[in-house]
């Protein structure tokens, strides 16, 4: 059964079917900017046009020829781990679609905040003036970033945490639930904020911060190398039906 997608709104769909993709639908939804018309997930094709979220699966890599033809778009990469994330959206772009802002209507920003390609902005987040949000970022419900804030491509940003005013987070760094960044911190590449934690001043690239006095431990070698090996087999996944 072909998905018919109405000529009105822009149309848009989610690739990944896990939580993340749900709670962003849910957050599409709300902005109502867009007809949200499915999911996408290569994992998932043979079960393309059951229900599922509220709205249906698509299939796969296969359809987007399809579903470009029917005036689809803008997809927006739904998927939970940030390499996976920055890589699909660089091949989304590659065949000519275009990633969406989707913001919440009871998110909160300032004028001048600049949000990137791809990023999601749940309900009750608060965003200060002069601060830019990069590509491909997701900032989880309530979470707060003040002002003057850098927050580098492929960030996730925990429910409930808080960065202080100038901090600047380099991309693929995963702030946890409620943590709590001070100010002027610089959070390196690829850090994990465990849930709770505080982190204060510079950390090193592939941390670990843990607990409210945050204890550091760096990634071992070979936890650095998982991370680049799952991006790839994520993508080998995608393309394996294309």
């Known amino acids: 059964m072909d998905t018919k997608i109405v000529r009105n709104r822009p149309k848009v769909a989610l690739w990944g079917t896990s939580e993340r993709a749900l709670v962003i639908a849910d957050i599409v939804r709300a902005q109502g900017e867009f007809e949200f018309v499915g999911f996408l997930d290569a994992t998932r094709a043979a079960d393309r046009g059951r229900e599922f979220g509220g709205s249906r699966l698509l299939g796969g890599t296969d359809r987007l020829g399809h579903l470009q033809d029917m005036g689809l778009v803008h997809i927006l990469p ?8 920055l890589a699909l959206a660089a091949w989304l772009q590659e065949q000519g679609f275009e990633l969406p802002v989707v913001i919440h209507p009871r998110a909160v ?3 001048d905040v600049v949000v990137g390609a791809g990023s999601v902005i749940a309900a009750g987040a608060v965003i200060g003036a002069g601060t830019r949000i990069c590509d491909s970022v997701f900032v989880g419900y309530g979470a707060v970033i003040d002002s003057g804030c850098y927050v580098g491509e492929a960030v996730d940003i925990g429910a409930g945490a808080r960065l202080a005013a100038q901090v600047h987070v380099n991309r693929e760094a995963r702030i946890g639930v409620g943590a709590i960044i001070s100010q002027d911190s610089r ?22 911060a ?6 550091y431990r760096h990634l071992a070698l070979k936890e650095r190398q998982c991370l680049k090996s799952d991006a790839r087999l994520f993508m080998r996944q995608v393309l394996r039906a294309s």
């Open 187 to 208: 959070i390196g590449i690829g850090l994990v904020a465990e849930d709770g934690a505080l982190v204060y001043g510079g950390t090193d690239s592939y941390q670990v």
């Open 78 to 85: 739904a998927v939970p781990e940030p390499g996976n994330r």
């Open 210 to 215: 843990t607990g409210a006095k945050a204890t």
């Open 109 to 111: 920003l300032a004028d």
